[in-house]
T-cell receptor, first 115, second 111 residues
Framework: DGGITQSPKYLFRKEGQNVTLSCEQNLNHDAMYWYRQDPGQGLRLIYYSQIVNDFQKGDIAEGYSVSREKKESFPLTVTSAQKNPTAFYLC??????????????FGDGTRLSIL | EDKVVQSPLSLVVHEGDTVTLNCSYEVTNFRSLLWYKQEKKAPTFLFMLTSSGIEKKSGRLSSILDKKELFSILNITATQTGDSAVYLCAAGTGGGNKLTFGTGTQLKVEL
């Protein structure tokens, strides 16, 4: 089945600990995105990558880091510098190039909580 | 700063009613307007609009974009309990087609 897989579904972090959220897609999409969703605030863009080995900061990149070593994978690390990491994290991907715009499609998300 | 505003924030209707959800946007380098439905987890894609005045339809759902007034609406006719969800509007901008989201409209359809 083609799709976007995020793991784990639930994650608990201790204070001062880095954690990495996984996002894998087998849709052969070039572009991948990370969003954070908080109650009443909608989705906010953390980082995005349009091509392997390249990525850009979104609106709320502080305290987060990413890598894009493979086309199908875009892991997000929540570092200890992120002071309020409790949120629902969504990964998305999009086919770029070709004719016209293409929509982003989302994974099922990872819910991160502080212990 | 890019901004997308949705209204109403929440709505409760009875099965069979018709609803209209609103989305206004103020963004630079606009490319597209998207609607998503979010139940428990992943937002699922509904529509992408790039041209003014052309209605897109899928079953009981339809949407239209007004690029002059910077506005889009999502209509749902003959609502069903399965339509209960948060409906998200997003403006796509720039070369990376980054999305700026509104806070969503929470729709509840009661029997």
């Amino acid at each position: 089945d083609g799709g976007i897989t995020q793991s784990p579904k639930y994650l608990f972090r201790k204070e001062g600990q880095n954690v990495t959220l996984s996002c894998e897609q087998n849709l052969n999409h070039d572009a991948m995105y990370w969003y954070r969703q908080d109650p009443g605030q909608g989705l906010r863009l953390i980082y995005y990558s349009q091509i392997v080995n390249d990525f850009q900061k979104g609106d709320i990149a502080e305290g987060y880091s990413v890598s894009r070593e493979k086309k199908e994978s875009f892991p997000l690390t929540v570092t200890s510098a992120q002071k309020n990491p409790t949120a629902f994290y969504l990964c998305a991907s999009r086919r770029s190039g070709g004719l016209g715009n293409q929509p982003q499609h989302f994974g099922d998300g990872t819910r991160l909580s502080i212990l | 700063e890019d901004k997308v505003v949705q209204s109403p924030l929440s709505l409760v209707v009875h099965e069979g009613d018709t609803v209209t959800l609103n989305c206004s946007y103020e963004v630079t380098n606009f490319r597209s307007l998207l609607w998503y439905k979010q139940e428990k987890k992943a937002p699922t894609f509904l529509f992408m609009l790039t041209s003014s005045g052309i209605e897109k339809k899928s079953g009981r759902l339809s949407s239209i974009l007004d690029k002059k007034e910077l506005f889009s609406i999502l209509n749902i006719t003959a609502t069903q309990t399965g339509d209960s969800a948060v409906y998200l509007c997003a403006a796509g901008t720039g070369g990376g087609n980054k999305l700026t989201f509104g806070t969503g409209t929470q729709l509840k359809v009661e029997l």
